[in-house]
């Protein structure tokens, strides 16, 4: 099954989100970057840990707070959501095939 955009948004947040955290830089800690995004730490956190829909002004928010270019994040985004369904079709067109070879 082809995964959401929901999904996509959110796993190219939580693995930005590693990245920035393996920095063990102190200014990328869930509380600062939750109050430049002005929503609490506890928000935050539930938002890295589940694919619920991510607002266009989340995801903004959320580069902004991180100091990426939203035009970069919104990219990668994108990026990864038609590579996720460009594999999602060739799964299927190959499953179709032996399908109906079979």
């Known amino acids: 099954m082809c995964k959401t955009y ?7 947040i939580r693995e930005d ?3 920035r955290k393996e920095q063990n830089n102190p200014v990328f800690n869930q509380e600062r ?7 609490s730490r ?3 956190a539930k938002a890295l ?3 619920k829909n991510p607002t266009i002004s989340f995801i903004c928010s959320y580069a902004t707070a991180v100091g990426r270019p939203m035009d970069e994040l919104l990219y ?4 990864r959501e038609v590579e996720e ?3 999602f079709l060739i799964s299927n067109q190959m499953t179709t095939r032996a399908t109906t070879e079979n």
Do not use: F, K, P, Y
């Not at 970057?33 to 929503?39: D, E």
């Not at 990668?76 to 990026?79: A, D, E, M, S, V």
């Open 6 to 12: 929901a999904e996509v948004a959110m796993e190219v």
């Open 33 to 39: 970057i939750a109050q430049m995004m002005g929503i």
């Open 42 to 44: 506890s928000q935050l």
């Open 17 to 19: 989100w590693e990245l």
């Open 76 to 79: 990668t985004i994108g990026r």
């Open 49 to 51: 840990t589940t694919d």
């Open 85 to 87: 369904q460009r594999s």
